[in-house]
């Protein structure tokens, strides 16, 4: 599966899924633009992509921030030419936030900032760039769109994600006469830094909760989403659009 001669923009890249996904794409040939905040770890991960192919794009960038969004399509579109993927895979989440306490709109805000307007803005930017190269768009939704959090503090990521897979459907749609795929990925529990980023304490015991609540008795990997993605990205998923692929060890099963 080569992805030799594409261009492939993934947001949030810089740690777990969005940093599995560049390096992978890379391997396949592709030239990779990599976006996110923390610039130190996007030039490790650039490092690593430029070791299997062509000299990435490294935009430090805060996808939340409008002014810093709008150049990101741009950027890339000067440095290589055109667009084939856009990954919408930047995300966050916000803990102890409830509607008795009265502070959840604040949580609410910044999660649907970064998770569904941020994905939304993007996706309007590249659309004209896909459109020319029938090129598609992978989401990264999450399990947690498909049923009530057990803590509910995440409420807010929970309602995010939920309305990721309806705009993943609904831009399916539009797009699908341009010949412009786009789905969404739906990981379970995957062990990336994303606890630690958002301030959770005791991330260790809080993934081995989650590994007891899959049907497998495991943790995804974010090189097994980045897989997925590659698949969805591919010409053997010519005929995929508008739909959700879960990936969860079967978490959904036992919830």
């Known amino acids: 599966?080569?992805?030799?001669?594409?261009?492939?923009?993934?947001?949030?890249?810089?740690?777990g899924i969005g940093a599995a996904a560049v390096v992978l794409f890379a391997k396949q040939g592709a030239c990779v633009a990599l976006v996110g905040r923390n610039e130190a770890k996007l030039n490790v991960v650039a490092q690593q992509c430029a070791q299997h192919g062509p000299q990435p794009l490294v935009i430090k960038a805060d996808v939340a921030d409008e002014r810093e969004a709008s150049s990101i399509v741009q950027q890339t579109i000067e440095t290589f030419g055109k667009l084939d993927i856009l990954i919408n895979n930047a995300g966050t989440s916000r803990q102890g936030a409830s509607l008795l306490e009265g502070n959840i709109l604040e949580a609410y805000d910044v999660v649907m900032k970064t998770n569904v307007r941020a994905a939304i803005h993007l996706t309007t930017l590249a659309a004209p760039h896909l459109i020319k190269t029938k090129g598609n768009i992978i989401n990264t939704g999450?399990?947690?769109?498909?049923?009530?959090?057990?803590?509910?503090?995440?409420?807010?990521?929970?309602?995010?994600?939920?309305?990721?897979?309806?705009?993943?459907?609904?831009?399916?749609?539009?797009?699908?006469?341009?010949?412009?795929?786009?789905?969404?990925?739906?990981?379970?529990?995957?062990?990336?830094?994303?606890?630690?980023?958002?301030?959770?304490?005791?991330?260790?015991?809080?993934?081995?909760?989650?590994?007891?609540?899959?049907?497998?008795?495991r943790i995804g990997e974010p090189e097994e989403i980045a897989e997925l993605m590659l698949f969805l990205a591919s010409d053997k998923a010519r005929s995929i659009t508008g739909s959700m692929y879960l990936s969860d060890n079967g978490y959904l099963l036992k919830h």
């Open 1 to 15: 599966m080569s992805f030799s001669g594409k261009v492939v923009l993934v947001t949030g890249a810089s740690s």
């Open 142 to 217: 999450s399990t947690s769109a498909l049923r009530v959090p057990n803590v509910l503090s995440l409420t807010s990521y929970s309602v995010s994600k939920a309305a990721l897979d309806h705009f993943t459907r609904c831009a399916a749609l539009e797009l699908a006469p341009y010949g412009v795929r786009v789905n969404s990925v739906n990981p379970g529990p995957v062990k990336t830094d994303i606890l630690e980023n958002c301030g959770w304490q005791n991330a260790d015991a809080i993934w081995e909760n989650y590994k007891k609540r899959t049907a497998l008795n």
